[in-house]
Structure formats: C-alpha cells, structure tokens
C-alpha cells in the first residue's frame, strides 16, 4: 500500500512469499547520462535505445536542453534522439542549470562547459547534492586552466563557471571516480594539447568506451587501464547508442533472489562491464546459486542475463578499497544480505559512501539497527554480523535512492510488517521498482 502526503510517499511492506519469474531493469544510469552528453556535443544524429526514464538522466537533459539541444521526450520504451550542436555549439543558458539529485549530471556538466568560452553557467541541485563534493571535479578543471567556483572555497553548489580556453595536463585523481575522471575527459575534449588522467584504481569505464565509440581519440594505456589519455583532434560524431540494463539495479533482485526462501530470479540484458561485476565477484564468494547466460556485446559494452536462485546457506564476505570501485552502488544492498550470511562480513575503504546521496553507511546503520541487525559502523565501512533475523519496523530512505530499495529487500526478509518512508525516492534511478517488485511476489 502507498500513502501519499504532501511531502512524502510511505510504503507498507508485508513478507513473505517467493520472488519469481524474468525481468529486464531499466537502462544503466551511468551509460543514460554518457549518452545524453555525448550526443549533445557531436555533429549530427545520436539515437538512444533503452535511456533510463528517471529523474537523474531527466535532470541532464533537461539542463542540456537549457543549453539549446534538442533531445526529444524520453519515455519509457521510446528511442532518444538528439540533434548535437557540435564541440562548440553549447549556448550560455538564461536560467541556473538545476541537476536536481544527481552527482553525475553535476560533475559530467562541470566538464562538458569548463572550455566553453566566454559563457557563463551557475549549476545548482537539491539539498543533498547542494552538500556533495565538487572540488575533486573543480580542482582538476582549474589545472587545465578551468574557471570554477563555488560556496566554502569552490566545494558546493552553486557553483558558476566562466568557459575559458584550456590546456591539456596530466592529472592524478586522488579518489578512484569515474565522475572526475569523466569530468577531466570531456573538458580534455575542447583542450589544446593532450590529456592524461591518472586514477588509483579503475573505476568505471563507459565514459571512454563511448567516447570511442562517438570517434574521440582516446587510449587506454599502463597496469589495468589506470591512465587514459584524450588528444582533442577528433570531433564528436553522433552515433546509435543501446543501452544496457543496469546491474546497480539488477542488484536488488539477485541479492533478494538468493535470500528469500523460494526464489527464482532471471533479469535479462544487464550490463556486465568488468568495470561493475564485483557483485558478481562477490556473489561467488558469498556461494550464491547463479548463472550467467546469453553473453554478447552490444556497441560496445558487454551484457548478458542473470539467473539467480534461493540458497540456503550464504557465506560471509570481506570487501576491501581494491574491489570497491567495482561495487560502490551496490553496498547498501550488500549490507542487507551481510545479516543473512553464515558468519561476520566486514566492508572496508567504503569511506566514499559518506559522499553519496546520503552517508549511506551511517544511514543503513541507523536502518538497519531498527530491524534488530548486528552492525557496527566503521570510519571506513561496516562489519556485520549474520543473525539471520531481522524484524520489522518503521524505516526511512532518508531520500536516498539505494537505500529505499535496500530496505525494501530487508523488509520482505523480516519477521512482521514494515513501513518504509520516503520509498519514493527510488525514481531517480528506477521508478518502476514497486511495480516489478508486485510483478515478481507470489504468497
Ligand atoms: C557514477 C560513478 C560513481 C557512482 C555513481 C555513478 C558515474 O560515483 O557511485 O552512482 O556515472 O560516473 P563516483 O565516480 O563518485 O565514484
């Protein structure tokens, strides 16, 4: 049942039951924003197939379209098309872009209009993105001679960018993130001279993926593709992007596959970059019963479906900061499933969850401790102990996202009801996450 108020949306959770049947989560997040962009700075026609319909990739279009793109509606199941405006072609926009919750929208844009000179922007979001970092995007810009500031020293939001000519540089990141690194690549775009990142680990990978596949001149180069370098010869040229379903969204599934007795879960077309598996990587450790079938690559990016089903005895797990790039959007998930192991996980260098939607590590401790969990927070991560037997409760997203659908999973895992508030949050990234979850529950 969901209760709408003015300012919230409350979900009553009841468990029980088994989770079958097949389903295809939509579009990777990750790669919707990628596409968006891309297709706005490349000469001609890009289409998109499979854009996620949510409010992150709408908040980037929507402040692209302030710029003067033309991207047509994006409804579920309707391919995008985008008229780009070339390298250069972004107009100054009138108002204040607003990126609503979204990090990537912020941090991507950040780079995307740092070389457009002589063109002012102020970018803004809501009250969590008004709190997130932005220095680890404005930073790297100011040393290609990018203009940005911001509230306390150039960190929040609203931050304003003067365009200016940049030069190419060699930069380190100091976080293994895909947002700076993505950040650094576009502005590189419009740069005079090379560009080089240099990130500690790998993050995800599908910025330079699409940049090829869009004809930029980019190579991948050192121990585990850790420096990556743009020459800014090449224009943009648009081109026909498919994109996969989203494993941070798969993620639910196979976690409340696994867990709740019954089960059998088959999510069809997920992404399976190695870039993101270590669900998958972890799912091994944890002996979860899975298989992987229909592998293939479309433009460019691997996928394949999943199968998951129930298992009786789950493995604890140890994760560490070298795996964690590959599964960051995963841990609130992984949290949930850590109560339900044989033994004690511990999460450690998951410190950039403090930096998320929320403090998703402080938060899930705060949830998940309602439900009777044995969870310890830790600067850098959690440890919990699998007692098997949560309870239900009255529990919060907090807005966060991840959260929202984590908690959903736990609830159905409890002894007794649960009510979830603020459950709406997870439209930014899968507004149809209560209705699959309806489709899939059989008493
Ligand atoms: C994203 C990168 C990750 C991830 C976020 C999406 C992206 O953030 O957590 O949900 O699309 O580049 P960081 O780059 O900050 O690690």
């Known amino acids: 049942m969901i209760i709408n108020t003015s300012k919230a949306t409350y979900k009553e959770i009841k468990p029980g039951g088994s989770l079958i049947g097949k389903l295809k989560v939509p579009g990777d997040k990750s790669i919707s924003h990628r596409s968006l962009l891309l297709g706005a700075i490349a000469e001609g026609i890009t289409t998109i197939e ?22 047509s509606q994006i409804i579920e199941g309707e391919t995008v098309r985008i008229e780009g405006v070339g390298l250069d072609g972004l107009k100054e926009p009138e108002g204040v872009l607003y990126c609503g919750n979204s990090g990537t929208t912020m941090r991507l844009l950040l780079g995307l209009i740092v070389g457009r000179k002589e ?20 930073h790297p810009l100011k040393m290609m001679g990018g203009k940005v500031n911001g509230r ?18 060699v930069i380190g990141t100091p976080v293994a993130s895909a947002q700076i690194k993505s950040a650094i690549l576009l502005a590189a775009l419009t740069a005079e001279g090379p560009t080089t990142v240099i990130e500690p680990a790998v993050s995800r990978d599908h910025t330079e993926r699409m940049l090829k596949a ?4 980019i190579e991948v180069t ?23 379903g989203d494993i941070s969204s798969a993620a639910f599934w196979l976690i409340a596959g696994a867990l709740i007795p019954g089960s059998d879960i088959t999510v069809e077309n997920v992404g399976l970059n190695p870039t993101r598996t270590g669900i998958i990587d972890v799912m091994n450790k944890m002996e979860i019963n899975f298989e992987l079938s229909n592998l293939r690559e479309i433009v460019g990016e691997p996928i394949g479906d999943i199968r998951v089903m129930y298992t009786e005895e789950i493995q604890a797990f140890t994760l560490d900061n070298e795996i964690m790039p590959r599964l960051i959007d995963e841990i609130p998930i992984l949290s949930v499933a850590a109560c339900f192991c044989q033994g004690t996980s511990e999460i450690r260098g998951a410190k950039e969850l403090r930096v998320k939607e929320t403090d998703r590590l402080a938060v899930m401790t705060r949830q998940l401790k309602k439900m009777g969990a044995l969870i310890e927070e830790k600067p850098d991560g959690l440890v919990i102990t699998g007692n098997k037997k949560l309870i239900g409760a009255q529990l919060d997203s907090e807005t966060d996202h991840r959260v929202s659908m984590s908690l959903a999973i736990a609830s159905l895992l409890a002894k007794g009801n649960s009510t979830i508030a603020r459950s709406d949050a997870s439209s930014v990234s899968y507004p149809k996450f209560w209705s699959d979850l309806a489709q899939l529950k059989r008493n």
Not at 119 to 132: A, E, N, P
Not at 152 to 169: K, M, R, T, Y
Not at 238 to 244: D, E, H, Q, S
């Open 50 to 71: 499979g854009l996620l319909p949510a409010e992150d990739p709408l908040s980037t279009a929507s402040c692209l379209r302030a710029m003067g793109v033309s991207i």
């Open 119 to 138: 063109r002012h922007f102020v970018l803004t979001g809501d009250d969590s993105l008004s709190k997130r970092p932005m220095k680890r995007v404005g």
């Open 152 to 169: 306390c020293n150039g960190d929040f939001a609203p931050i304003s960018v003067l365009g200016q000519q940049l030069h190419g540089a």
């Open 214 to 217: 869009f004809g930029a001149n």
């Open 222 to 244: 050192g121990e585990m593709g850790r420096h990556i370098t743009l020459r800014p010869e090449n224009k943009l040229r648009g081109t026909k992007i498919v994109v996969p």
